[in-house]
């Protein structure tokens, strides 16, 4: 019968140790994100960053769903829940005009199955005065409204959606929120 030395016997022990961590970290971490809420309340007197120097303000009682919002310096993206509906900001690179950026995002929307622009795109402005289009469309069982803005090499796009119902009720204060949109500097 052969003899464990005490150089296998601890690099066994090494060995067992790494499984041990590596079973930690691929059963624990998951874990613990699911015990991690996925949302969290933001306040709605204070500018949101979303990314590339651009900032909202979101409506009153309105959550950030984290497992959407990507901040970040060249671009960016929120989303928000107010209540069943969702309020989403993209801020993403753009080199073009308010019309091909417009027309990108309605091609984006209308090449979802099931998804249809309906009626004419309308001018908006936002208090800074940032202007924009905006419009509405339909989905299977779904409202929503969308704007596209461009600002200094960004195209920043609003989708709301939503049931009807509820949408009726949370775009007031979604509207007055991307009023609030403004771009402070230039990315870093």
């Not at 090494?14 to 933001?42: E, T, Y």
């Amino acid at each position: 019968m052969a003899r464990i030395t005490r150089r296998q016997l601890t690099n066994l022990l090494g060995a067992l140790g790494v499984v041990v961590m590596l079973a930690g970290l691929a059963f624990g971490l998951p874990a613990l994100d699911r015990s991690l809420p996925s949302q969290r309340a933001v306040p709605s007197d204070q500018p949101y960053p979303i990314g590339a120097g651009v900032t909202v303000i979101p409506p009153a009682g309105s959550t950030v769903d984290l497992t959407g919002t990507r901040p970040g310096t060249q671009e960016g993206k929120a989303l928000f829940r107010l209540g069943p509906v969702q309020y989403e900001i993209d801020v993403r690179p753009f080199e073009g005009n308010l019309t091909s950026a417009a027309e990108r995002f309605r091609k984006r929307i209308t090449g979802t199955p099931g998804y249809q622009v309906t009626g004419a795109q309308l001018g908006v402005t936002t208090a800074d005065g940032l202007a924009g289009v905006q419009g509405s469309y339909t989905a299977p069982g779904r409202g929503g409204r969308y704007a596209v803005y461009v600002t200094g090499g960004l195209t920043i796009e609003i989708t709301v959606s939503g049931a009807d119902l509820d949408l009726g009720r949370s775009l007031p204060s979604i509207e007055d929120s991307a009023k609030t949109l403004r771009r402070d500097g230039e990315p870093e």
